[in-house]
């Protein structure tokens, strides 16, 4: 029942025309602003950690704008997943720089496409379908009900989902090494991993990536998928930082989150500053989103 709830909610979200969404989102997060929700304090506590130097206007209009674009893509994500691809492919305005998304297929032995959680990303699912497939790794919700229910909608533009789990690593690996493309979203934070500096300060790192490059000799760029003032996205591939080709796994991590954070500086307000990035920290450090608990240290 549950399930069938949600799909009819999901259904009914997905018909809203895209500005109608998009005003949705704008509405639900001045609210998130205006009454300091959960998602506002974790946004605030991030983006003074990684913009020390704002003036607290400047961080506080930042945060508004941050809860604002977040919101929108919850609202828009439905008819990301639902809609048709002749609806949603009207959605995308401009592509820049695909010329080196192209190159790196010819390279032959694999392209790793890193997406942040940035503008929506999940559109990335709709265009990408104009070149083929990709594979990309997924967090199944927790929700049982729900886990069929988010693979198929995912699939919808035939593209191959798999698990965070050995089986979904496994088969990103074959995928490489048939020439093929995988997605990562490389700002997660993962079960195990390397503490490496994100906008100055430690947050703990997937070191998937280097390896699946060190295996297979795969090629990395960029992506992200930013909203533009009409409502509309623009797609912008960009040349990752080099040291990701390092052999050394500590300097490869280092470039990976150099790298999103040269997308997150296209448009700071678009990045997802409520996701709790530093949730782990080195120990000795302190503990951070501890609203109204008490403080200590990891």
């Given at each position: 029942m549950t399930g069938n709830l949600a799909v009819v909610l999901l259904r009914i979200l997905s018909l809203l025309p895209r500005k109608v969404s998009q005003i949705l989102g704008q509405i639900t997060g001045r609210l998130n602003y205006v009454f300091n929700t959960r998602a506002a304090k974790i946004s605030r506590e991030n983006i003074e950690l990684c913009y020390p130097l704002l003036s607290t206007s400047d961080r506080d209009r930042l945060v508004d704008k941050?809860?604002?674009?977040?919101?929108q893509t919850m609202f828009e994500t439905p008819a990301v997943w639902m809609g048709s691809r002749q609806r949603l492919e009207t959605w995308i305005e401009n592509v820049c720089d695909e010329t080196l998304l192209n190159e790196a297929k010819e390279h032959g032995r694999g392209v790793i496409v890193l997406l942040p959680h940035f503008g929506n990303w999940e559109l990335f699912n709709v265009y990408y379908s104009r070149h083929g497939m990709m594979t990309a790794l997924y967090h199944p919700p927790r929700q049982a009900f729900l886990q069929p229910l988010m693979r198929g909608i995912r699939q919808n533009f035939g593209n191959e989902l798999v698990e965070t789990n050995i089986k979904g690593v496994a088969r990103l690996?074959?995928?490489l090494e048939s020439g093929g493309v995988v997605t990562i979203l490389p700002d997660q934070v993962p079960g195990s991993g390397v503490f490496s500096p994100f906008f100055g300060h430690a947050a703990l790192t997937d070191r998937l990536i280097p390896r699946l490059i060190q295996k297979t000799g795969a090629r990395v760029v960029a992506v992200t998928v930013q909203r533009q003032r009409n409502g509309k996205f623009n797609i912008a591939w960009q040349v990752p930082?080099?040291?990701v080709y390092d052999q050394s796994e500590t300097l490869a991590v280092e470039a990976i989150n150099k790298t999103i954070e040269s997308c997150?500086?296209?448009?700071?307000?678009?990045?997802?500053?409520?996701?709790?990035?530093?949730r782990e920290r080195p120990p000795?450090?302190?503990?951070?989103?501890?609203?109204?608990k008490p403080g200590g240290l990891h």
């Open positions: 941050s809860l604002r674009h977040t919101a690996y074959r995928r930082d080099v040291g997150v500086a296209l448009a700071p307000r678009q990045y997802q500053w409520e996701y709790k990035r530093f000795g450090e302190k503990k951070l989103y501890r609203f109204h």
